[in-house]
């Protein structure tokens, strides 16, 4: 790749339930032409086809609608903070309030998500191609990111455009073989479309030239980003995985225990037991047994506080276990 032009589409003006989209972009952008890459604020998008609720203007009463709409579009609440949401939608994002939005709409409604992201940016791709241009699309959303600070531009649905760079298997430079190198190339167009569109300025669409043609084709759209929650190291927060913990204690033992998985938990956890705790593995019996090395009040007081700690890593990994006392040991039945 040689190099890239990032365009904003200006004149779009406000965009109202049946509007086609194809069709004002179009007029705004006669300049369009095949290969170009449209990424377009899903925004636009939800307003388009109608994916605006009516909510008070202000007041318990807004906050009430919101919370039942957020409770309406959340599949799974993965963590709360105060007054801060992040949650799982039924798309499969996870994101803070369920992408549920406020701005750039009148203060009497609320844009919800568009309900298929990656068939809306397949339905825009269609109305072009009916109209002569083989185009990429991008449905875009503003997300913040786990350990960043400040937001970015990502993609929600896609057409056209293959979703990933799968390098893995190819060698670098110096010789070494690629294990991991899968790059999320919608996100990467539509986090550099948004340095032309911004908040303010009332760009919702850009245009992006120059990308590869032989990378416009019929892919899978956004769904091929989505990682399985099952594969997820980060997919609960820390007081769900507490809760996790509690709603677990009570489980009954399993016939059968996830070996690996009881491992990965004690590795979890091994660097930060007490150093007088000892943990012997009895898989077989299926149950770890804690003990201490100074039975000493306070030793057992941090041989409790272990046991803990081991039971939400062991949560963490969707193992159950119940706490037993016996004698100067703890043991916990998985």
Known sequence: MDGLEVLPVRGIGDISAGDDLADIIVEAAPWLADGDVLVVTSKIVSKAEGRLVEVPSDG?????????MLAAETAEVVARRGTITIVRTHHGFTMLGAGIDASNVDKARL???PLSPDASAAALRKAFRAKGLNVGVIVSDTSGRPWRIGL????LGSAGVRPLRDHRGEVDPYGNELQFARMAVVDELAAAAELVKGKRDQVPVAV???FPAGDLGEYEGVSALLRDPADDMFSMGVADTLRGAARMADAAPAMIVDAAAVLRALDTVGGHLDAGTRV??????SRLILTTETPTPDAFIRLGIDAHRLRVALAAEKVGSRLKLRDHSLILEL
């Open 60 to 68: 318990p009463e807004r906050d009430e609608a919101r919370a039942r």
């Open 111 to 113: 844009v919800l998500l």
């Open 152 to 155: 970015t531009d990502l993609a």
């Open 208 to 210: 992006i030239r120059g």
């Open 280 to 285: 012997r593995v009895e898989l077989l019996e």
